[in-house]
Structure formats: C-alpha cells, structure tokens
C-alpha cells in the first residue's frame, strides 16, 4: 500500500490490477455478483457498481438461502433484498433445503451448498449470458491451499483458487479479509455475519480459526505468500499438462497408449499423463492409484479405480475400462442384400446368390471352438489367440461383431476378412 493511501483506494486499486492482469472483465459484459451478505460480497458488490459505468457492465446478484440457519438466513436474504434495491440491482434469490438434501445424497452439507451454489449461479449465467463473479480472496485461496495439501493434492490442488476459470472471476483474490473490512468501514457498508463461521465444524473454519493464525505468527502475509505459491503451482501444472498431451499424442495407439512409450516421459510428466487418462475417463484417483498404475506400466496388471473403473495394462498397451463387456448372444442369418445395426453402427452385406444357397453363414458374437485364418499368412488359429495376438481389449472380445459359417470365422470387425472370407468374395461395408 502506497504512503497516505486509504485502505478502501488500495483495496479498489489492487481489485482493478487483478481484474486486468487476469482479464477478469470486458466492456459491455453482464456480470452476476455471488452475494452472501456477508463482508466480502457486500465489498465485491460495492466495488462493482464503483466501476459500473467505466467498463459500461450490466450487473445482477444472486443469493442462495441454504435453509441451514433458519431466521438467520432469511435475515440474510432480506438484507440481500434491500441492498440490491438500494443499488438498483436485479438479485435473484433461490430456497434449497441444503441439510435434506445433503442427507438424501449422503454428502457433507458444506459440499452439498457448495455445488448447489455453483449450479445456481451457472443457470443464471446460461439465462442471462453473464459472467460470475465470487468474493473470494487471498485468505480462501490460503485456506483451499492448506485444505487441499492436507488431502494429499496434486500440483494442481496446490494452485487453489484460480483468479479467473471459464466464466468464474475473482477480482478479490489478491486481497485479504482485513482489506475486506477496511473497506466496508471506510465506505460505511453494513454486511451481515454467519454465524456458522464461529464454528469450528466445517473443515475450512477450524483452518481459519487454528492454523492460519499459527502461520501469521510467522509471516504476517502468510496469505499473499502463499497465494504466490498458488499462482507458481498454477504456471507449472499448465505447463506439465501441455507435456502431458504431447506425451499421450506421441503414445496414442487404437486401443489405449503404449506403456513403453509413456514410460519413456519424465517422472512428472508421466504422472500428469496418467492423471489425465484417468480424468478423461472419469476414473477418480488419488496418489496411491498413481503409483499402482506406475508399477502396472513396468510390470504389467490391473488397478482398481473409483466409479467403477479400472487401470489395465497388458501386452504393452495402457487403457481403461470399466464394466466388461458380455457376449450378448447377436445373431443375424445372412440374406441377400442385408443392411442392419449393431451397437450403433449401421452395416451393408452383399453375397452371390449361390453362395448364400451353400453357406449357412450368420452374424453374431463370438463362440468357444471358432477359428481364424489369416490371409497372407495362411495360418489358422482359434479366435482367442488371434485377438489376443493383434492386441484386441479383452473386455472387448465378447461384443465382436463375426460373419461365420459354423465355427469358420469370415469376417471379424476388428480383424477384417479371413482367409475363407475373401475367397468368398463377401461384402461388407459400414455405413
């Protein structure tokens, strides 16, 4: 803070240089204001109007009554009410019965308000095509950073709270709740307080009651030290995570990656890579699956993951799969001009009259004693060993679509026509 400076200048100040470092806003552009009541809000919310008409912004508020506090929280709403008529602006207000709901899909109802929040506010935002814009600061950013490194966080837990991602902007993040409240002093800004900040069963609370202060006792900018951490932590990961892509482009192959070619990356990289596989498939994993996984790319094998999901790697290939796939019995007599479905893919066979007479060949999935030959190499094989040879998933080998005559195989979608098949001069083609 320059000499002679208020807090309430700094605070605007240092709000306005976050909104341009982070191009947080644009001229013209409807912004949705998340408001609680409390301090940090109701100073978002001031500070806002202050530069309404410098970036020409349309401004609403939005406000969640969680049903958590009882008349405390309908106090909150009509003073939420009444400040936003006092600013001439739109709020829209919305009554969930957070404890229920928390109870019915077995949550905390910390986490519980906090995704009904975020789904409140991004309805609005489609509605109204606004950006959102939450009151959180260098103080939330410390206690999401510690909250997360407790939890055994990733590169990117440790970046925290971003100033800005997707349409979310934070023109407070690099303030603290000290500024906050100078702020609403020297502005005369009443706000209204939780009383569920006093307590300490939230995690984030006791953080905020007990260990932010022990740091101070340290480094009295504890906050601004660690949101510089957050910001570092935030530069790296994206960086990793553009390695990381390049890494999974480079060992891409049909049917997953190449576990050579992963293992090949550095450490960092390679951790990153398998994070991103495994979000792509919506596979939770927390450190420890990391690590498992690292041992199946060197050794081979399968790890259990969340959401029903699992890590396999064999024969060299990494993927994940989820619920294996069952021969579902498919079966389809081959007739002239024969057009069809089958999981989603439309198929056209064409055969000669007479070979449709002295074959009984049939569409369907694969059964015990069929066998494959292989054109140019003219060596039969069962159908097992030929898929496995060509590195066909095994949770995919059940739901094959096979054209046989009996227990020839003649056509296989994932290994073309066999030796039979071709001299059949059979036809089929995807549409």
């Known amino acids: 803070m320059k000499n002679n400076q208020s807090r309430a200048a700094y605070f605007s100040e240092a709000a306005e240089t976050a909104i341009k470092k982070y ?10 204001v998340a408001l609680s009541g409390g301090a940090d809000s109701t100073a978002l919310l001031n500070f806002l109007n202050s530069i309404k ?7 609403y508020a939005a406000h969640l009554n969680h049903g958590i506090r009882g008349e405390e929280a309908d106090n909150d709403e009509k003073f939420c009410k009444i400040l936003c008529e006092n600013y001439k602006i739109k709020l829209f207000v919305k009554h969930i019965d957070i404890p229920a709901l928390s109870a019915e899909k077995k949550i905390s109802e910390e986490l519980c308000g906090r995704n009904e929040r975020y789904a409140f506010f991004e309805q609005l935002s489609s509605r109204l095509n606004a950006k959102i814009a939450t009151a959180h600061t260098a103080g939330d950013n410390a206690e999401t950073l510690i909250f997360n490194l407790c939890r055994g966080s990733s590169l990117a837990g440790a970046s925290a709270i971003p100033p800005k991602r997707g349409n979310i902007i934070r023109p407070l993040i690099e303030l603290t709740r000290e500024d906050v409240e100078a702020y609403c002093e020297e502005n005369s ?13 939230y995690t984030r609370n006791r953080i905020r009651h007990n260990i932010i202060p022990e740091l101070k006792s340290l480094n009295p900018s504890v906050e601004r030290s660690l949101l510089g951490f957050s910001r570092d932590a935030s530069e790296a990961a994206g960086f990793l995570d553009g390695c990381a892509d390049e890494a999974l482009n480079s060992a891409k192959e049909k049917y997953g990656y190449n576990a050579q070619t992963l293992l090949s990356q550095n450490p960092a990289v390679l951790k990153a890579a398998i994070a991103k596989i495994c979000k792509g498939e919506n596979a939770g994993v927390e450190r420890r699956h990391i690590d498992l996984i690292l041992s199946a790319l060197k050794n081979g094998g399968a790890v259990e993951l969340k959401n029903g999901k699992k890590a396999v790697c064999a024969q060299n290939i990494f993927r994940i799969i989820g619920e294996k796939e069952e021969n579902n019995g498919f079966l389809l007599e081959f007739n002239k001009n024969l057009t069809f479905s089958y999981l989603g893919v439309t198929y056209r066979a064409k055969a000669e009259e007479n070979l449709l007479k002295s074959k009984k060949m049939v569409f369907r999935t694969r059964k015990s004693g069929d066998n494959f030959t292989f054109y140019k190499r003219n060596v039969t094989k069962p159908l097992r060993r030929a ?6 998933p095994s949770e ?24 039979q098949g071709r ?5 089929i083609n995807i549409l």
């Open 423 to 427: 001299e059949a001069e059979i036809e």
């Open 53 to 59: 008409e410098k970036y020409n912004l349309t401004l």
């Open 23 to 32: 191009g947080m806003l644009q001229k013209n552009d409807s912004v949705i």
């Open 387 to 392: 898929l496995s040879e060509q590195k066909i």
């Open 189 to 201: 800004l009443e706000y209204v307080t939780d009383s569920t900040n006093f307590s300490d069963e």
């Open 396 to 419: 995919l080998r059940g739901s094959l679509l096979l054209l046989c005559d009996g227990s020839t195989v003649l056509w296989c979608s994932e290994l073309g026509f066999s030796k």
